[in-house]
């Protein structure tokens, strides 16, 4: 994707860039390693979903290397004629040709969950757009099958949220152990206390990591 063209968003990145090189000395040389990246287009650059397309990627991507679940995402959408389906289409789908994409029995039947709260009217969009993150968490990992990874991962991809880590995602984890020269993986609680001072951007910060995770060899964040 482009270099930022609208100007606020500009000024607002390059707040945020200050900040977190201000920060963390670590992070700083992350992104002075990586001069050319642009987070705000790495932030957008899947195609543009709403919660429910958000979730249906990310229940699908649980356990998965990227390429396995972008085979099965492709194959979902072929059954939905090249796209993502509806809560309703979901709903009406057969749960055997669902099956058939490569999802699990256990994510088809969390992604039919999500479906009926969807179609029923006890989450939608617009509901999700106006809660804080904390409250969509709770919301939504009350539905089995979801956890904070999955919600994390939306928050970012549908709802454009900047301050969201993903503390137990392994290519996270990853890039940090690299990066901060550690010599373990770190734990969930240690890639939240890291990513402390960089609040409230931690979304541009995890971004510049996952970039780290791409410089690995076969890296696949």
């Known amino acids: 994707m482009s270099a930022v063209t609208d100007p606020a968003a500009a000024s607002a990145d390059a707040r945020a860039l200050a900040h977190l090189r201000g920060a963390d000395p670590v992070l700083a040389g992350v992104i002075d390693a990586h001069a050319g990246f642009d987070p705000r287009g790495w932030l957008r650059a899947r195609p543009a979903m709403d919660s429910f397309g958000a979730l249906i990627f990310m229940v699908t991507g649980q356990q998965l290397s990227v390429r396995s679940a972008a085979r099965i995402l492709g194959r979902i959408k072929d059954r939905f004629g090249g796209r993502l389906p509806s809560p309703a289409e979901l709903l009406a789908a057969d749960p055997g040709g669902l099956l058939g994409t490569g999802l699990s029995r256990r994510k088809v039947a969390t992604l039919r969950a999500v ?26 990992t009350a539905i089995s099958g979801i956890g904070p990874w999955t919600v994390h991962g939306m928050l970012i991809i549908a709802l454009d949220r900047a301050d969201v880590v993903l503390p137990g995602d392994l290519a996270l984890r990853k890039a940090i152990r690299r990066s901060y020269g ?8 240690e890639v939240r206390q890291i990513a402390e001072p960089w609040r409230p951007y931690r979304s541009m910060a995890t971004a510049y990591l996952f970039q780290v995770a791409l410089d690995e060899p076969g890296g696949t964040p």
């Open 115 to 140: 479906a009926g709260q969807f179609a029923d009217g006890s989450l939608s969009d617009d509901a999700l757009r106006r809660l804080p993150d904390d409250e969509i968490l709770d919301r939504l």
């Open 182 to 189: 550690l010599d373990h993986l770190p734990s969930q609680q």
